[in-house]
Nanobody, 121 residues
Framework: QVHLVESGGGLVQAGGSLRLSCAAS??????MGWFRQAPGKEREFVAA????????YYADSVKGRFTISRDNPKNTMYLQTNSLKPEDTAVYYC????????????????WGQGTQVTVSS
């Protein structure tokens, strides 16, 4: 059974940084991604990465501020979040991409429980 656990969230002031982690049980899967859900909003794509880490994809809203990476021997994926804004406040989830659409939630499965990121102004 696949099990993903996110960590690293917290409360940070605007302009600050956090490093989110996604630890996977068993082996790492080929393609993975990060999504987030703010209160009262639908879950949205943040970033995705291929198995080798050679290809990465970002939502326009985080491009240049967030960096996705992975350490396959450690079965862990990361999301470095810099220059955080209050609008980045959300629960951040990691998941495995099992479908073909990189930015679409329905292409992902095995969701973690999420980690809360709160950015104060």
């Amino acid at each position: 059974q696949v099990h993903l656990v996110e960590s690293g969230g917290g409360l940070v002031q605007a302009g600050g940084s956090l490093r989110l982690s996604c630890a996977a049980s068993g082996r790492m899967f080929d393609n993975m991604g990060w999504f987030r859900q703010a209160p009262g909003k639908e879950r949205e794509f943040v970033a995705a990465i291929t198995w080798s880490g050679g290809d990465t994809y970002y939502a326009d809203s985080v491009k240049g501020r967030f960096t996705i990476s992975r350490d396959n021997p450690k079965n862990t994926m990361y999301l470095q979040t810099n220059s955080l804004k209050p609008e980045d406040t959300a629960v951040y989830y990691c998941a495995v991409r099992v479908g073909s659409s990189i930015r679409v939630e329905s292409s992902y499965a095995y969701w973690g429980q999420g980690t809360q990121v709160t950015v104060s102004s």
